[in-house]
């Protein structure tokens, strides 16, 4: 492990008049590694990236951004740090050559803004205004903004919300080069494959807790199921008191009119499944089956969806 | 990276310019509006050429005398006629002889004696008459024309628009474009930056320094050039006024854009500010019709003091010792709001 920690948060607690955002929160995110805090919205994840960016104080708690302090050393550690926030609203009128060049005018060293449009890939909207950009774009140039400084350490407040999947995807590409280029990240996102995809490893939060952390393999691991079978019997009543009993089945839920199996071993969970329901007489109507994911173990923790919608 | 245009200040100023001149909006209401009104105004009360009064004589000998008077527009008609156009106000007054066939040239005048016209048609239809009879004056008068500019309407305007223009580009630019900010999350954006905040505020006093010169010379050289205008004080200390008034107020524009979040809360406050100096600072006529009561306060006002200076300069040629008292006014202005918008401005 390296000596030097990018970013250490020790039992930090943030509130507002009637809200605990951050409730003893600790973390540590190693340089170079691409750190993520998934959960869903409202879970504090903002409010705890916005601390560590300088730009909210917390009630208590110890932060240290790349060996520093904000109390301290505030105008160093903006220098180092390539921040991109939810929701900003660059301005419309700005072309993207401007918007970059009026960005990288506020740090000392850094790429130059044309090398900053290079890597974001918006060559061919160098001269448009940002008004006429579409949602990928502007998060791209957001994303560019935050680099021209070159950072030791990139914040990214969910780089994707909102987007479609195919400007979702081509982000994922863009933070995957930083990733490959040895930028370290610290990332929020309530989407679970994106934390899958990107993060080396993720703290999985909710109300302002970190209630699981580590590698996606070892969150997932650590619910001890592999798979997850989902069907349906149609209105056919079903006893699962016997789907229960099945051998290497961990959780039984039913959700709107279908069943989970949380299971361990697929191979022997779906014919043991046929198995049971022939027995009882009922009809199968749907049948899928998944790898477990991050959104299983956030279930699993919570009894929760990621995305209540 | 070091050259002049790659420095934070000079960028955030640029980013000022590039958002006011690619909206048409503001570049209209803050250049052709001023001149707009003011080319409306100076017409509506511009002064006119003194006026001819239309009379009517019936006989030669009548007419021929009302036409030594050089105000009178006489025209002779046969008496029925001239009464009928008296009657309907086609001519102010009819002079005919007292009685047909009287030899001592006594003259009837038929007028509306409630008319001011007709009274004054009366005067001097009465005055030609007279003369013409062989009338001596007593003693002799001569006239002297003054029509001098300087005391017209439109050059107690002109200093008006000037200062009220200054006031509202100055509190409206920089107080929307913050609150606008700050809504968009850019102000957020940008203090996360390793920018010095204050070049955030001062780009916007740098911006309007660069645009005073259009701000003021538009509405001044139209003043000068159409009007005839005055500009008899320094000119230095002309533009020293709207130096510190632009400075003043801007200041007042960010005070008032330092808690706001919506542009709604920024309007209302912003006219809460400049609706009582619009209609009390003086603008279209003279502040002190108001009561002497409240004189003081109006006397305090930033744009009373403004226009009142710009008066003095241009009107007055006013020097600078005059326009100290102004210039303390706006000084103390620029002074509490600047102090109090760095102190109340919220970042996010």
Not at chain 1, 56 to 65: H, M, Q, W
Request: net charge neutral.
């Amino acid at each position: 492990m390296p000596a030097t920690a990018a970013l250490r948060v020790r039992n930090l607690r943030k509130g507002y008049k009637d809200v605990v955002a951050v409730d003893g929160l600790d973390l540590e995110v190693h340089p170079g590694e691409c750190f993520g805090l998934l959960g869903p919205n409202g879970a504090g994840k903002t409010t705890t990236i916005e601390i560590c960016e300088g730009l909210t104080e917390a009630d208590s708690g110890e932060v240290e951004v790349l060996g520093l302090r904000w109390s301290s050393d505030a105008a160093a550690l903006r220098e180092r740090l390539g921040i991109q926030l939810q929701e900003t609203q660059l301005a419309e009128k700005l072309t993207v050559l401007e918007t970059l060049r009026l960005f990288r005018s506020f740090f000392r060293q850094g790429p130059g803004a044309e090398e900053a449009i290079r890597v974001v890939q918006l060559e061919e909207k160098r001269d448009a205004r940002v008004g006429t950009l579409s949602g990928g774009q502007k998060q791209r140039l957001a994303l560019a903004c935050a680099l021209v400084g070159d950072p030791d350490l990139l914040f990214l407040d969910e780089p994707t919300t909102g987007l479609d999947p195919q400007a979702r995807r081509q982000l994922w590409e863009l933070i995957e080069e930083f990733k490959a280029a040895g930028r370290t990240i610290l990332l929020t996102t309530h989407y679970m494959e994106e934390a899958e995809r990107l993060c080396g490893r993720v703290a999985i939060m909710d109300h302002g807790k970190i209630i699981a952390q580590g590698t996606p393999r070892e969150l997932i691991a650590s619910i001890g199921v592999e798979h997850v079978v989902e069907f349906s019997a149609g209105n056919t009543a079903l006893d699962l008191a016997g789907v229960r009993g099945m051998t290497g089945v961990r959780e039984v839920r039913t959700e709107n009119g279908s069943v989970l199996l949380q299971v361990t071993e697929l191979h022997k969970a779906v014919p043991g499944l046929l198995d049971e329901l022939g027995r009882q007489g009922v009809p199968l109507t749907e049948l899928r089956t998944h790898s477990a994911t991050l959104e299983d173990v956030f279930v699993h923790l919570t009894g929760r969806h990621l995305r209540d919608e | 990276m070091s050259s002049f245009t790659d420095h934070a200040l000079v960028q955030l100023t640029l980013m000022r310019m590039r958002e006011f001149i690619r909206e048409p909006e503001a570049l209209f209401w803050s250049m052709i509006f001023p001149i707009a009104l003011a080319a409306g105004l100076g017409i509506a009360f511009r002064n006119r050429p003194p006026e001819v009064i239309k009379v009517a004589a019936v006989t030669p000998r009548l007419a021929e005398a009302l036409r030594q008077e050089k105000l009178l527009d006489v025209t002779q008609l046969p008496p029925q006629l001239a009464e009928q156009f008296v009657r309907t106000g086609k001519v102010a007054l009819v002079a005919e002889p007292a009685a047909a066939g009287s030899s001592d040239g006594s003259v009837v005048y038929r007028y509306d004696d409630t008319n001011p016209e007709g009274r004054q048609a009366r005067m001097l239809a009465d005055q030609a008459i007279q003369r013409a009879s062989g009338r001596q004056d007593a003693i002799s008068g001569n006239d002297q024309i003054m029509r001098e500019p300087g005391s017209r309407y439109i050059d107690f305007l002109i200093p008006g628009l000037i200062g009220m223009g200054i006031m509202g580009n100055s509190i409206w630019g920089p107080g929307f474009s913050i609150v606008d900010a700050r809504r968009k999350k850019l102000l957020k954006r940008i203090v996360a930056t390793p920018m010095p905040r204050q070049y955030y505020l001062l780009s916007f006093l740098l911006w309007r320094m660069i645009l005073l010169p259009v701000d003021v010379g538009i509405p001044l050289a139209f003043g000068v050039w159409v009007f005839g205008v005055p500009l008899r004080g320094s000119f230095i200390a002309l533009a020293g006024t709207c130096v510190l008034a632009t400075l003043a107020f801007s200041a007042g524009g960010l005070m008032i854009a330092s808690r706001v979040r919506t542009i709604e809360a920024a309007s209302g406050l912003m006219n809460l500010t400049m609706v009582p100096m619009w209609v009390l600072s003086g603008i279209f006529f003279s502040s002190q019709r108001f009561p002497d009561l409240v004189q003081p306060i109006i006397k305090t006002l930033p744009l009373t003091a403004v226009i009142d200076a710009l008066r003095a300069n241009m009107l007055q040629g006013a020097g600078f010792t005059q326009m100290v008292p102004q210039a303390g006014v706006l000084v103390a202005w620029l002074v509490v709001c600047f102090g109090l918008a760095l102190r109340l401005f919220r970042w996010r």
